[in-house]
T-cell receptor, first 113, second 117 residues
Framework: DTEVTQTPKHLVMGMTNKKSLKCEQH?????MYWYKQKAKKPPELMFV???????INESVPSRFSPECPNSSLLNLHLHALQPEDSALYLC????????????FGQGTRLTVV | AQSVTQLDSQVPVFEEAPVELRCNYS??????LFWYVQYPNQGLQLLLK??????LVKGINGFEAEFNKSQTSFHLRKPSVHISDTAEYFC???????????????FGKGTLLTVNP
């Protein structure tokens, strides 16, 4: 199994809503990532978890709250988002270590209205 | 810090023609190099990677890339493209060594390859 599964595939939410994005992998990877990708731009790193601990937070606003409940799951909790937060949110996983590639999920297309 | 420059934002080619997508990088430390492809409304898929050893790297779907250390380049090539190769291609680097920084993939801005019949 070389898949990273993200749910939901599409999400529309209002600015006062609370929602969560989910990501799951069963490759035994101990590093998991959240990226944000705007249209026609490269992915931008948001968070990195290594061995279920938050390793990197790229100065992301607190309305985005990551959670790693176990080594296979990664969540991104969303609250009070702005329209400019609309984007494709990509989850990725890898073995820890620089020489290993990241495997990406299909993404969640988020629209904030 | 690292930076990646993809010299062409768009590359249109005809089917069965050869193609080269150019990538240059800048880094104060040694890096690992990657090429990813993104089809419309999809995630990213690894095409190939350079870790060490032979500078010519072969990947999936008939793609290959050559690492040139002196020119700090990692250009992607395919001798004959298909319509199905139409996609966005991202070059990326990651620093070698230990520590939190080696989790950080730095992407180029991407090259849209459009293969026309």
């Amino acid at each position: 199994d070389t898949e990273v599964t993200q749910t939901p595939k599409h999400l529309v939410m209002g600015m006062t809503n609370k929602k969560s994005l989910k990501c799951e992998q069963h490759m035994g990877h101990r590093a998991m990532y959240w990226y944000k990708q705007k249209a026609k731009k490269p992915p931008e790193l948001m968070f990195v978890y290594s061995y279920e601990k938050l390793s990197i937070n790229e100065s992301v606003p607190s309305r985005f709250s990551p959670e790693c409940p176990n080594s296979s799951l990664l969540n991104l909790h969303l609250h009070a988002l702005q329209p400019e937060d609309s984007a494709l949110y990509l989850c990725a996983s890898s073995h820890p270590g620089g020489g290993t590639e990241a495997f990406f999920g299909q993404g969640t297309r988020l629209t904030v209205v | 810090a690292q930076s990646v420059t993809q010299l062409d934002s768009q590359v249109p080619v005809f089917e069965e023609a050869p193609v080269e997508l150019r990538c240059n990088y800048s880094s104060s430390v040694s890096v690992y190099l990657f090429w990813y492809v993104q089809y419309p409304n999809q995630g990213l898929q690894l095409l190939l990677k350079y870790l060490s050893g032979s500078t010519l790297v072969k990947g999936i779907n008939g793609f290959e890339a050559e690492f040139n250390k002196s020119q700090t380049s990692f250009h992607l090539r395919k001798p004959s493209v298909h319509i199905s190769d139409t996609a966005e291609y991202f070059c990326a680097v990651k620093p070698r060594g230990s520590g939190g920084s080696n989790y950080k993939l730095t992407f180029g801005k991407g090259t849209l390859l459009t293969v026309n019949p």
